[in-house]
Structure formats: C-alpha cells, structure tokens
C-alpha cells in the first residue's frame, strides 16, 4: 500500500512548495520512493515535464527532490493567468481553454476525474506521494467543487498537515480560525499541523502551541525557522516577487521589468548567485536604472497586453536611452517578441488586443499560432558558442532581418535573432542562465568572471541541506506516522 501526506497552507505563499520538496529529498534519502502531487497550480512559472507537457515549475523542482522524472501527472490542474480575471487551463500538461474566474468554478467538479486519474497514476509504485494544497482550506466559499485542497483530500483520503507561516503574524488565529470555520469531515483530515518560518528563540512559542492545541485538539508536528538554503532554490511564483528587495551595488547591474505577467522569472535565478553581478526586479512605477549595463525582458504570458503595460511605465523610453548609452539588451520567450517590429494575434489566442506595435530594437515580426512549442530542448549558443539545456514554451513564431543571425541553436535549429551591432538579442529557449559556461561567456563581455558556481548541483545540495534540518526539526518519523495508507491505481 502507498502511503500519502498532503500539506495545506492557513494561507497562500507560507512555504507548502519548499517543504514538500524538503521533505521529498528527506524520503528519498532514506531509499523510499516518493513522488510529488498538485492537484490544481495557479502560475505562470512552467515546466516542462519529461513525459511531455506543462507543470508547475514548483513539482519539477519537487521531482528533482525527488530524483525522478517529472511528470505531467503531477500536476494535472495547472491555471496560467492571462488577465486580471481569465486563465489558460491546462489539463495532464495541454491546454484545454481559457476560463474566467466564475466560469472555472463551474469547471471544477469536471476537472475531479483528471485530478483522481493523475493521483492514481502517481502513487501506483510509490512508497509515498507528498501532496501539496493551494491557497487554503479555510476559503470555504470556493469549497463546492474544490479540488485544491480538502475537496481532493477527503476524496482521495488523505491526510492533511496544515502549515502556518508566523513570520506574517497572527498564525495563532490563522491555525485556530482555520479549525473554527472548516466542517466537521475537512476538520477530521488534519493529523496536525507545522508553524514555519520562525525567527529567534522556539521555546518563546510554546505557549503559542499550547494555545493552539487548546482550541483544536491538533498536535504539533515542529516548528521550523527560516531555511536558509531555500533562498537558493528557483522561485515558484509572482508572490516572490513582491518580497524582492534591491541588493548591494556590484561591479555588473542587471534589469529585469516586472510585466504584469510576467512568466518563468526563475530563469534568472543563476544571475543571482554571480558576486559580481546586481539582479534588480523593476516594478511597476518605477525606472529602469540608468546605470544598468545589460536589461533583460522576461518572458510574458500575455506578450501583447505586457508591450501595453510596458509603454505605460515608460519603459520604452527608458530602454531606448539604454540603447543609446551602448547598453545591452536580451530579450527571453516574451520579451524576445517585445523587441522586434510587430506582435501579431489574428486569433485572439491570448485574448485582448490582436496586434501591436512592437519595441523595434529587432527586425523581426511574430505570429501568434495555434499550436503551443512545448518541449524540453538540446541547445547551443551561437554567439558564444557553448553548450545551453532549458525548455520552450510559448505560441508564436518570429521572423525576420535579424534572423539569419541567431542567438541560440535549439536541437540543431536556428532560433532567436541578434542585432547587427551584437547589443541586442531574443531566443525562446528559457533556462540559458542555468548553463555556468554560458554566464561566463556572458559576463566577460563586461570585463567580468563569472560561472565559477555550479547551479545545477548548488540547488541539488540546497534540497540536502533543507531535508537535513527538517529531519532535525521535524522528523522522518513524525512525517511518515502522519502519512495514511491509499490503495494503488
């Protein structure tokens, strides 16, 4: 029999993703196998599965933690917003449609199938499947259809441990109104719960566990500090963003524009690790510094909406003086269509306006098509001739003047387009930044060194590091007495 534990949150972004993952490599370690699961994924940060597909980025960093391939079926739900109240739904890794929010409540209880399907696909062969909620139980107005959270767990039987970030304050109330408001069959499900993100001394809490324990009878399964390594681990979602603040000033500033969908930003994650180099997230009001030496527009899931956006920040502007300083441009996915003539989108495929104008810092036009590039993919830099490995996701196919000098060689095709001065440049591979040589190459355009760390195994041994002080804080033990048995398939 396989044995399941899904990890709920009294709220979104108390740090369910990094723990799973943690405790993936914590089960590993100890020779079980273990798989991820998501029911349903609300980001624009995307993978690709090695069984073809979309996920979350957050499960393949999860089936990394895991040392398996990733799948599709790991996250069988996975919604990518595109506006303010409308998503793309995308279903075992392909997309299904486009739903605003009303409507995609409506298409829950239809979604169940896909989601029991998956979980069976999953745990059949496992020891264990560490489930990961979204949101949180206790939004009992979204609990008709729910397939994120209890309406899964009670479904698939599995028990639920819920996590409470005190870093935000009131996890007291937070844990406590949690078991308040839920029914008596979702309250049932809780084998107890975590408190996160502590900062000094843990035994200050322990009249807050008392307290906790006196109003809901649940036990508590650890108190877990800040985890210093999961700073070196990619991103999961927007909500990072936000908690970004700019660092010290270094040899080498970097700028990247935070459209208002924004997609994939983790593939800046390497830049981040260089010492020489200052990654600064360019929010909305904002300028793109005047002293940043190269600018990068990120990938976008609604690139014609973004080039809007980007006008009315005067970013445009803004990149234009860059340009003229002899600054250097990259553009990624999105941001790669952004910097050339025209953007084009005959049929409305990412909903709003059908074309646009674009930045004109390369001759190229794109069209959007109606079949989606998804694909994990074998690469080569043509400009600086080095081995690259990432993935492409994206709708439109680009042309142009600039063309016959391509950026990138994705599996032996030429791809992207480089300005004739060298200073600009697009591809859609995402994950370039992950290939040490390739920063190397990058930053000794600027006179720096760089590439000297191993990404790769830098976020392999930051799971090992997490597995470790969640064996300590919490237990492997505590985990698996918590998990409950399911039947395979």
Same mark, same amino acid.
């Given at each position: 029999?396989?044995?399941?534990?899904?990890?709920?949150?009294?709220? !979104?972004?108390?740090?369910?993703?990094?723990?799973?993952?943690?405790?993936?490599r914590l089960a590993a370690n100890h020779g079980l196998k273990v798989r991820p699961f998501k029911p349903q994924n609300m980001s624009n940060n995307a993978a690709v599965a090695d069984d073809g597909g979309e996920i979350g980025r957050a499960q393949w960093l999860q089936a990394l933690a895991c040392r398996v391939p990733a799948s599709v079926h790991m996250n069988p739900v996975l919604l990518k917003p595109q506006s303010e109240t409308g998503s793309q739904v995308v279903v075992q890794g392909r997309v299904v449609g486009h739903a605003r929010g009303r409507d995609y409540q409506k298409l829950k209880p239809e979604l169940m199938a896909a989601v029991m399907d998956s979980f069976a696909r999953i745990s059949d062969g496992a020891d264990l499947v560490l489930v990961e909620g979204a949101g949180s139980p206790a939004e009992i107005n979204l609990r008709a259809g729910d397939i994120a959270n209890m309406g899964f767990a009670t479904k698939a039987q599995v028990p639920v441990v819920l996590v409470g970030d005190i870093d935000r304050g009131g996890v007291i109330a937070s844990v406590v109104g949690t078991h308040t408001i839920l029914?008596?069959?979702?309250?049932?499900?809780?084998?107890?719960?975590?408190?996160?993100?502590? %900062? =000094?001394?843990?035994?200050?809490? +322990?009249?807050?566990?008392?307290?906790?324990?006196?109003?809901?009878?649940?036990p508590c399964l650890g108190v877990v500090p800040w985890l210093k390594a999961a700073a070196r681990l990619p991103a999961e979602d927007s909500v990072a963003l936000e908690r970004l603040t700019r660092g010290e000033a270094r040899?080498?500033?970097?700028?990247?524009?935070?459209?208002?969908? $924004?997609?994939?930003?983790? +593939?800046?994650?390497?830049?981040?690790?260089?010492?020489?180099?200052?990654?600064?997230?360019?929010?909305?009001?904002?300028?793109?510094? !005047? #002293?940043?030496?190269?600018? $990068?527009?990120?990938?976008?899931?609604?690139?014609?909406? +973004?080039?809007?956006?980007?006008?009315?920040q005067g970013w445009d502007k803004d990149l234009e003086a860059h340009r003229r300083r002899g600054g250097m441009i990259i553009g990624i996915c999105g941001g790669f269509q952004m910097l050339g003539q025209n953007v084009r #989108?005959?049929? &409305?495929?990412?909903? &709003?306006?059908?074309?646009?104008?674009?930045?004109?810092?390369?001759?190229? #036009?794109?069209?959007?098509?109606?079949?989606?590039?998804?694909?994990?993919?074998?690469?080569?830099?043509?400009?600086?001739?080095?081995? *690259? !490995?990432?993935?492409? $996701?994206?709708?439109?196919?680009?042309?142009?003047? #600039?063309?016959?000098r391509p950026m990138t060689i994705l599996d032996g095709r030429p791809d992207g387009a480089v300005s004739v001065?060298?200073?600009?440049?697009?591809?859609?591979?995402? =994950?370039?930044?992950?290939?040490d040589a390739y920063r190397a190459r990058l930053l000794a355009?600027?006179? *720096?060194?760089?590439?000297?760390?191993?990404?790769?195994? +830098?976020?392999?041994?930051? *799971?090992?590091?997490?597995?470790?002080?969640?064996? %300590?804080?919490?237990?492997?033990?505590? $985990?698996?007495?918590a998990s409950g048995s399911i039947g395979r398939g």
């Open positions: 029999m396989t044995r399941a534990l899904m990890f709920q949150g009294t709220g !979104s972004d108390v740090g369910k993703t990094v723990l799973v993952a943690g405790f993936c029914p008596d069959g979702d309250r049932a499900m809780i084998a107890g719960y975590l408190i996160n993100k502590f %900062r =000094g001394d843990v035994s200050l809490f +322990d009249d807050g566990i008392y307290a906790i324990e006196t109003f809901t009878g649940w040899a080498l500033r970097i700028a990247v524009p935070v459209l208002s969908r $924004i997609a994939n930003f983790d +593939d800046f994650d390497p830049l981040k690790t260089e010492p020489e180099v200052e990654l600064v997230f360019v929010r909305p009001g904002e300028r793109l510094p !005047s #002293d940043a030496g190269l600018v $990068i527009l990120p990938g976008s899931k609604s690139t014609i909406a +973004d080039l809007a956006d980007f006008r009315r #989108d005959p049929q &409305g495929l990412e909903g &709003g306006e059908t074309e646009a104008e674009g930045l004109g810092f390369l001759d190229i #036009d794109t069209e959007m098509a109606p079949e989606k590039t998804v694909r994990n993919t074998t690469a080569r830099s043509a400009v600086h001739d080095v081995d *690259l !490995s990432g993935y492409e $996701i994206h709708l439109g196919v680009s042309r142009g003047a #600039d063309s016959v001065d060298g200073k600009v440049s697009g591809t859609y591979l995402h =994950g370039l930044f992950a290939s355009e600027f006179g *720096l060194r760089g590439g000297e760390t191993n990404f790769r195994a +830098d976020v392999d041994t930051a *799971l090992d590091e997490i597995a470790a002080d969640l064996d %300590r804080l919490v237990g492997f033990e505590r $985990i698996m007495a």
